[in-house]
Nanobody, 122 residues
Framework: QVQLMEFGGDSVQAGGSLRLSCAAS?????MAWFRQPAGKEREGVAS???????DYADSVKGRFTISQDTAKNTLFLEMHNLKPEDTALYYC???????????????????WGKGTLVSVSS
């Protein structure tokens, strides 16, 4: 049974930084971070393919960095210069798909964690 578990969500002030982690029970071609602000749809934030290629939503480019430790099946999201609009429930997602971009629809990912809350105050 595939399991994904996120860690690292917290409440920070604008301009602060956080590092999210996601422990996966296996390896996948495509892993990604999505987020869902209250009352809004889930959106892709960043993705990473098994060859290391990454992609980011325009709203986080230059501020967020996705990476993975393949030996430990762990996914990371470094977030800097956080803004109030980054406030959301952040989800780790995984799939064996070959097309892996930050613009992916949430419905295209097979496996999900339960989410970790990031709250940014102004």
């Amino acid at each position: 049974q595939v399991q994904l578990m996120e860690f690292g969500g917290d409440s920070v002030q604008a301009g602060g930084s956080l590092r999210l982690s996601c422990a996966a029970s296996g390896s996948f071609h495509c892993m990604a971070w999505f987020r869902q602000p209250a009352g809004k749809e889930r959106e892709g934030v960043a993705s990473i393919y098994s060859d290391g290629e990454t992609d980011y939503a325009d709203s986080v480019k230059g501020r967020f960095t996705i990476s993975q430790d393949t030996a430990k099946n762990t996914l990371f999201l470094e977030m800097h210069n956080l803004k109030p609009e980054d406030t959301a429930l952040y989800y780790c997602a995984a799939d064996q798909r070959y097309l892996c971009t930050a613009g992916m629809q949430a419905a295209g990912m097979s496996y999900w964690g339960k989410g970790t809350l990031v709250s940014v105050s102004s």
